[in-house]
């Protein structure tokens, strides 16, 4: 019996009409392995992931696989999604037997929930050395029968080797300016001066690193950073890891040219890149930085927000391509010969030339991503925008990319960071309205009446798994960003009830900091990763957000814990610095002050949109007047107006500048 069907993960559901006997994650399964004595087959992946559908299609809905799996297993099905800790635990073991891992993650354990046995994706055939999946299943089966010591043996090894690996806080103190110019000339090293970003392939959009960067040069005017983060921004908006007609980024590119995506659309990179354009026109002015903070915004609102207002997860990488079959890319890639069909033969021509489409093409079966091809020449922006519509409209009639409909707190928070400041900058008041309203559904759905926050929920319904580090973390930053845009007081309230929750349930002695309550369920190990992967690590969200509303209140606790926190961005910066770049830019914070800028006065007032648009790293601000302003802001207590005219006040480390009541005197104390 599939257990799946109740469930409100859509990446389960797609598994709920498979022929194996699935159960979800939870106690049950392994009282069912034991009572059975057979092992646990742990399957792990997520709804916009190419190689689980796969893996899905050539075995799970196999009878025969099925049948097996289901006579010698308890087979459980996870959304990494919706259980980041379940995920994170498993991986970190298979990547230390295998030294690699990804999706899908296969798993075999004991129903003591002890790993023994560790791949990702499975062929149904033998396949360039890795054994088919029944050869697996039927060589695991054999070793639970007869070799159950040597089993156990490796597995309470391995569960032995993990409970040793927790962290202390990383380093003695916060980092200073010798760890940061450090992991700068670590960056320095890494970075691909033809192509823009860190590494080679596959390459993925550095966005955090880039916040690093930003806020550096703005910090020391440094021009390298500058340089790095423009050229890589710039690069990445003309390449086909950007949507050149519908806005918004592919998940990574496979190349290190930013040519060929992988096409799934994740919510947190378009989230994280909408703040960064957003940021580096602030800094530079930049029109095309602009134009893909903007468009990127847009893309979020017109494809990922649901009814409830939150925001979806994913779209799919795979869709229909002309012949019904399911495959990768085909919702955005064109030939020469479909350009022609839609626009005739001189647009045809013309869109070929300006978007890279060639007769090889740069893709599968003579197909090509769209890109800027960068030796189109001067063109006619109108007669761009004009085929770029018209591609749009012709694209809007091929079959859609499935969507992964589950709002994920911590990256709802991070596109409410995103969507307020870029509405803000760019006089978008429908983008914070919609930032306000992805806020109010994490309150009203997300934190209840239970106050703790839960992962996710679907269709206004919440599920059934709590809160994470990194929820916490990226909700609290997204309250702080909509607190300085709207001047709302509430949402300062509310971040600060997530961070006393961190400091209840989430840290530990020393200042280290745990992905997973003090009260969550109890896995073979704490999960506890320092590091950024595809979103900031709960640890460094944590410890900017504790940093941003200790600058708001005055908090020495919540300050205290940030500056623990930073211990671990001391250790890591100077030898990872591409995995600990949120961290980065939180220390930039940190090193900068962070000034703290009051603005008596209106709302929305040219003070308080200089304010906003000032480039001192992590700086917070405060707007508003009237009775009772001083009770939702601390940083308005007795900060009247001068003069009767709005007046800015600007503080860091415990000393005020004068206060002013001229928006470009206030630019200027803000690094603008």
Not at 65 to 87: G, I, M, Q, W
Not at 577 to 582: E, V
Not at 597 to 610: K, N, S
Request: charged share 25%.
């Amino acid at each position: 019996m599939n257990r799946l069907a109740g469930v409100t993960s859509p990446y389960l559901l797609q598994h709920a009409d498979n022929p194996v006997d699935w159960w979800p994650w939870g106690p049950e399964a392994f009282e069912e392995a034991r009572r059975r004595d057979v092992p646990v087959l742990l399957s792990v992946g997520y709804s916009a992931c190419h190689w689980c559908h796969v893996m899905a299609h050539e075995s799970f809905e196999d009878d025969d696989t099925a049948a097996y799996l289901n006579e010698h297993f308890v087979s459980v099905k996870v959304d990494r999604e919706e259980r980041p800790d379940v995920d994170a635990v498993y991986m970190e073991a298979v990547q230390a037997a295998t030294g690699q891992g990804g999706w899908p993650m296969t798993v075999f354990l004991t129903p003591d929930a002890e790993p023994f046995y560790f791949g990702t994706y499975f062929p149904p055939e033998p396949r360039h050395g890795s054994p088919s999946f029944r050869q697996v299943l039927e060589g695991v089966s054999a070793a639970w029968t007869d070799r159950r010591e040597e089993v156990a043996e490796v597995a309470g090894r391995i569960v032995a080797d993990l409970a040793g690996r927790s962290l202390a806080h990383g380093g003695d103190g916060v980092p200073g300016e010798s760890e940061v110019a450090q992991a700068l000339l670590g960056l320095t090293r890494e970075y691909d001066e033809q192509y823009g970003g860190f590494g080679g392939a596959p390459k993925f959009p550095p966005s955090m690193v880039v916040e690093f960067l930003l806020r550096h040069y703005s910090r020391t005017g440094a021009e390298g950073a500058l340089q790095m983060a423009a050229d890589t921004c710039s690069a990445m908006a003309r390449g086909g890891i950007y949507d050149q007609l519908g806005g918004g980024f592919a998940r990574y590119s496979v190349d290190r040219e930013w040519v060929v995506p992988h096409f799934e659309k994740m919510l947190y990179d378009n989230a994280l890149l909408c703040r960064v354009y957003a940021h580096l026109w602030r800094t530079t002015g930049s029109e095309e930085a602009r134009r893909i903070a903007l468009e990127t915004a847009d893309f979020m609102v017109r494809e990922l927000r649901t009814a409830e207002g939150g925001f979806a997860s994913a779209l799919d990488a795979d869709s229909e391509d002309r012949e019904g079959k399911h495959v990768e890319g085909a919702f955005y890639v064109w030939t020469p010969a479909q350009l022609r069909a839609v626009l005739g033969e001189e647009d045809g021509a013309f869109a070929a030339a300006y978007f890279g489409v060639t007769e090889e093409g740069t893709f599968e079966e003579g197909a090509s991503v769209l890109q800027l091809a960068g030796d189109a020449g001067p063109v006619d922006a109108g007669r761009v925008a004009d085929v770029r519509a018209r591609l749009l409209a012709a694209r809007e009639e091929r079959p859609r990319p499935g969507r992964d409909d589950k709002v994920v707190a911590a990256w709802n928070g991070l596109a409410i960071a995103a969507l307020a400041e870029t509405g803000a900058y760019f006089d978008r008041p429908d983008l914070v309205e919609r930032a306000t309203e992805a806020a109010d559904l994490l309150v009203r759905v997300h934190l209840g009446e239970v106050a703790r926050l839960t992962r996710t929920s679907r269709d206004g319904r919440a599920g059934d798994n709590a809160g994470v580090l990194e929820d916490y973390g990226d909700v609290a930053e997204g309250f702080l960003a909509l607190t300085a845009v709207t001047g709302e007081g509430a949402w300062l309230e509310f971040a600060g009830f997530l961070l006393d929750v961190v400091l209840e349930q989430f840290t530990g002695e020393g200042g280290q900091l745990y992905d997973t309550a003090h009260e969550a369920e109890q896995l073979i190990r704490r999960p506890q990763d320092p590091t950024d992967s595809a979103t900031p690590a709960g640890w460094t969200a944590a410890a900017g957000a504790l940093l941003s509303y200790a600058a708001h209140t005055g908090s020495e606790a919540h300050r205290a814990a940030a500056e623990g926190a930073l211990g671990v961005v001391k250790a890591l910066a100077p030898r990872a610095p591409r995995f600990i770049g949120w961290g980065l830019a939180v220390a930039e914070a940190l090193l900068d002050g962070p000034r703290e800028v009051a603005v008596a006065g209106p709302v929305g007032g040219e003070l308080h949109r200089t304010a906003l648009l000032g480039r001192a790293p992590g700086a917070v601000v405060a707007a508003g007047e009237g009775p009772g302003v001083g009770a939702e802001f601390p940083l308005l207590v007795d900060r009247p107006r001068v003069g009767g005219e709005p007046t800015a006040y600007v503080c860091r480390h415990f000393v005020c500048d004068v206060p002013t009541t001229d928006a470009g005197e206030l630019a200027v104390k803000l690094g603008g």
